[in-house]
């Protein structure tokens, strides 16, 4: 299995929701990554999980919380987001958080805020 | 200041046709450098992995040179087909920080 699923794919919420969104995978890596990309531009980082530990957090608006609940989980969750945060939203992985690992991506998750 | 800059922005080919898509970087330190293939709306699939090292890889259509000296690395297609039309990007791992380039977009037409 070398895949990184997420869930949902598309997701519309208001400004005043609640959401989360859902990564999962079982290669065993022990580093996961959140994402966020606009349209026509590469995706910029987020955040990292490495061990199960927040070890990046790329200024990232507090109304983005990650948690990693496991080795093969990591969510995201989504509170009082503003238009502008509409993007699509990958998740990754790979062996460690070290340079030279392989990183496998999810299919991602399409958030519109309106 | 780390860049990865990519030429051209997008390129248009005929179906069965090859096409090189180039990549310049100017980071240091450099740990590796990657290829990815994004569809519209998708997440990124590793093509290639490059270390210091290594000049070439393929991967079936796909191949990549890199040039670590001059801080050049190419992605060649052969024989396209319908199915490469998406952006391709190219990475160079920092030392735990990946810098992305902004892609080029290929439109492959029947």
């Known amino acids: 299995d070398t895949e990184v699923t997420q869930t949902p794919k598309h997701l519309v919420m208001g400004m005043t929701n609640k959401k989360s969104l859902k990564c999962e995978q079982h290669?065993?890596?022990?580093?996961m990554y959140w994402y966020k990309q606009k349209a026509k531009k590469p995706p910029e980082l987020m955040f990292v999980y490495s061990y199960e530990k927040l070890s990046i957090n790329e200024s990232v608006p507090s109304r983005f919380s990650p948690e990693c609940p496991n080795s093969s989980l990591l969510n995201l969750h989504l509170h009082a987001l503003q238009p502008e945060d509409s993007a699509l939203y990958l998740c990754?992985?790979?062996?460690?958080?070290?340079?030279?690992?392989?990183?496998?991506f999810g299919q991602g998750t399409r958030l519109t805020v309106v | 200041k780390n860049q990865v800059e990519q030429s051209p922005q997008s390129l248009i080919i005929l179906e069965g046709k090859n096409c090189t898509l180039q990549c310049n970087y100017t980071v240091s330190p450099f740990s590796n450098l990657r290829w990815y293939k994004q569809d519209t709306g998708r997440g990124p699939v590793s093509l290639t992995i490059m270390t210091f090292s290594e000049n070439t890889k393929s991967n079936g259509r796909y191949t990549a040179t890199l040039d670590a000296d001059t801080k050049q690395s190419s992605l060649h297609i052969t024989a396209s087909q319908l199915s490469d039309s998406a952006s391709y990007i190219c990475v160079v791992d920092s030392n735990y920080q990946l810098i992305w380039g902004a892609g080029t977009k290929l439109i492959i037409k029947p």
């Open positions: 290669m065993g890596h022990r580093a």
């Open positions: 990754a992985s790979s062996h460690t958080g070290t340079g030279g690992t392989e990183a496998f």
